[in-house]
């Protein structure tokens, strides 16, 4: 087998990457239906515009605030959740627009 082999997209690349670690796929998961997962009671802003604060999902993984901020961090440079300030908090959503790009680009080119 001879033949130039394509080189893969490095945004699906870093995406992958992101996915691979199962609590960065946890978090994603969770953000998916926030109502579910996390109290609207606490929220000090709509789970729906703005996303999940990075404390009430620190509280649900039980892990250390750097680990948490760090894995959302990385999901954030792999383009799949958006972050938004919110005083001095930070609230993550995901973005279905990139998300569904991604799937759409791993059926066509897997």
Request: with cysteine; net charge neutral; glycine share 6%.
């Amino acid at each position: 087998m001879t033949g130039a082999v394509d080189t893969p997209d490095p945004e699906v690349v870093r995406a992958l990457r992101a996915l691979a670690n199962p609590v960065r796929l946890q978090l994603l998961s969770w953000l998916r239906e926030p109502d579910r997962h996390f109290s609207r009671e606490e929220a000090i802003a709509d789970p729906d515009e703005v996303g999940v604060c990075v404390t009430h999902i620190r509280a649900k993984a039980g892990l250390a605030q750097s680990t948490v901020s760090a894995y959302l961090a990385e999901l954030e440079r792999a383009g799949l959740v958006r972050s938004t300030r919110v005083g001095k908090w930070t609230h993550y959503k995901r973005d279905e627009e990139r998300i569904s790009a991604l799937v759409s680009t791993l059926g066509q080119t897997l």
